[in-house]
């Protein structure tokens, strides 16, 4: 359960708010204007803490309730800006391209790549078989984490399987772009993943819900 107690604005109000920004491709201020018009006077940094505070709760709530994926992942990395900065975006899908998970690194080396690695084992358990591209660095990541822990993750680098990431980074980017960068390296990368696994129907729910539906459960 997330607590909205100490909010002085209704729980519904502030969802709107999160959703809106996490699923369309839109600035603060835009989004301010928005709520204006609904009959809803925000401040756009006070929109801000609502993403940096709720975004990772429901991506968190989300994980509980999240469909396995396939054995068989596709893994990438892309470039996304907090404060001014590039950072890294480490992502993974499974062949069907369901989203294994994501991790918001300041690096692009084998350490960043071992320690998404480790987290989306950890998440979803371990792969027969991984496909990236000629990064060292990610090759390095996947043989390392087999000796450390006896695996036989198989490698792959064929160039037009790993397609299927590379798409899936621009329905993320596509989001990003209009944001004119994120301000929180926190929660800059939890509410447009979550908002894009939903889109692809990874929640485990009862009957049949539209994604803003999908969201808004939840926070139930």
């Known amino acids: 359960m997330i607590d909205f107690k100490a909010s002085h604005f ?14 369309y491709p839109m600035s603060y201020r ?10 809803v006077e925000v401040d ?9 505070k709720y975004a990772p709760l429901l991506e968190k709530q989300f994980r509980v309730r999240k469909l396995a994926v396939g054995s ?5 990395e892309t470039y ?9 975006l480490y992502r993974a899908v499974d062949k ?34 991984i496909t990236i591209d000629k990064s060292g660095a990610n090759t390095a990541a996947i043989e390392r984490y087999n000796a450390e822990h006896e695996a036989d993750i198989e490698i ?8 299927i990431v590379e798409q899936d980074h621009r329905a993320v980017k596509r989001v990003t772009r209009p944001m004119l960068g994120f301000k929180s390296f926190r929660s800059a990368a939890a509410g447009i993943e979550l908002m894009h696994m939903i889109r692809k129907d ?9 994604p803003a539906q999908q969201f808004y459960v939840l926070a139930a």
């Open 72 to 76: 068989s992942w596709r893994l990438d």
């Open 80 to 88: 996304v800006k907090v404060k001014g900065c590039w950072k890294y």
């Open 96 to 129: 069907e391209g369901a989203t294994v998970d994501f991790l918001l690194t300041a690096k692009r080396d084998c350490k960043a790549a071992l320690r998404f690695l480790r987290k989306a084992i950890g998440q979803q358990g371990k792969p027969e078989k």
């Open 156 to 163: 792959r680098r064929i160039k037009y399987l790993n397609n």
């Open 10 to 23: 209704e729980r519904d109000v502030i969802l709107w708010g999160v959703r809106w920004y996490v699923a």
């Open 30 to 39: 835009q989004l301010e204007e928005m709520m204006e018009e609904r009959g």
């Open 44 to 52: 756009h940094s006070t929109l801000n803490r609502w993403v940096v």
């Open 202 to 210: 990874q929640l485990l729910t009862r009957g049949k819900l539209r």
